[in-house]
């Protein structure tokens, strides 16, 4: 498995932005499809965007044109997801995940990931 870990999370009030960051040691995170899921109260873990190894991103939430941004930096090893205009729904853990066998293929089902971080709290409220 691999060793990844969120950051960037806390509490915001709705309209408010928020970039998370997924950071990884011992490997390079861009040779691996790395993506997003969050998990909001009472509810399963839904895929938000995943970026394959290539580069190519897929959103699953919303269009490429929606609030979640997904990015890459090679130099810092690290992917980010940035979600502007935060409602009161979107309050919940964001987890990173990547598939460890080079080359696999994105997916939004989170039973295909087999390397998880511990996920970052995002709070949104008034």
């Known amino acids: 498995q691999l060793q990844l870990v969120e950051s960037g999370g806390g509490l915001v009030q709705p309209g408010e932005s928020l970039r998370l960051s997924c950071t990884a040691s011992g490997f390079t995170l861009s040779d691996y499809s790395v993506a997003w899921f969050r998990q909001g109260p009472g509810k399963g873990r839904e895929g938000i965007t995943c970026?394959?190894?290539?580069?190519?991103?897929?959103y699953y939430k919303e269009g490429p044109q929606g609030r979640f941004i997904v990015s890459r930096d090679s130099a810092n090893n690290a992917h980010y997801l940035q979600i502007n205009n935060l409602r009161a729904g979107d309050t919940a853990i964001y987890y990173c995940a990547a598939r460890s066998r080079r080359g696999a293929l994105c997916s939004q089902f989170s039973d295909n990931f087999d390397s998880w971080g511990r996920g970052t709290q995002v709070t949104v409220s008034s």
């Open positions: 970026m394959s190894s290539g580069g190519f991103k897929n």
